[in-house]
């Protein structure tokens, strides 16, 4: 059974799995299609990607960031989906700002792209591979688009970023952020 990779900048795999980021915002690829982004699979590995400009686009962060291999991927961490939901606010969209390390300028960008003021929004639960995977580079995991086929994930133990309290909290937060706007759709589990 082959496993499902989540393409994401490297910089917010590393965030996500160090417990400094707990949500994920998209907007979509150019591949995604007539539809457009959807959170499709609820339970995904974060696949990093290492776009040269991604620094700039990030508040400071208190790690390295990740530097780019040379012919393969590391996968380190695994996410699973606890709810997810289509911001159409902005001031909603700020008010998550605590739980992500992307930079207020790239989240508007998203935000406003393609005349359709709205970002996917999920709020993700990560666990850390140990140990890591690593796949060989291969040119079908290239290409604008956020979901990618990966063959079967050999047994990994995983390990809980945060610990459910914690965690809690930050489920809170989210709620939070978007009770505050009746301008986004539901909150809903994946």
């Known amino acids: 059974m082959e496993s499902v990779g ?26 995604e299609g007539r539809s457009g982004f959807q959170f499709r699979h609820t339970e995904f590995f974060l696949f990093p990607t290492w776009f040269h400009g991604a620094a700039d686009k990030i508040r400071e962060v208190d790690f390295p960031i990740p530097s780019e291999p040379t012919g393969v991927v590391p996968i380190r961490y695994f996410a699973q989906v606890e709810e997810c939901v289509s911001v159409r606010s902005w001031p909603a969209l700020e008010a998550l700002e605590p739980l992500h ?28 591979i140990e140990p890591p995977w690593e796949l060989r580079d291969e040119g079908r995991y290239g290409g604008c688009r ?12 995983k390990v809980a970023v945060l610990m459910e309290e914690e965690f809690q909290e930050r489920r809170q937060s989210f709620r939070q952020a978007l009770k505050a706007e009746s301008t986004h759709g539901p909150i809903r589990p994946a």
Not at 101 to 128: P, T
Not at 150 to 156: G, N, Q
């Open 101 to 128: 390390i992307l930079g207020r300028e790239i989240v508007r960008e998203r935000f406003d792209y393609d005349n359709a003021a709205a970002v996917h929004v999920a709020l993700v639960r990560v666990y850390r």
């Open 6 to 31: 989540f393409k994401e900048w490297a910089v917010v795999c590393e965030a996500l799995g160090r417990g400094r980021q707990s949500v994920i915002i998209r907007k979509g690829g150019i591949a």
């Open 146 to 157: 956020s979901w990618v086929d990966l063959p079967a994930s050999p047994a990994k133990r």
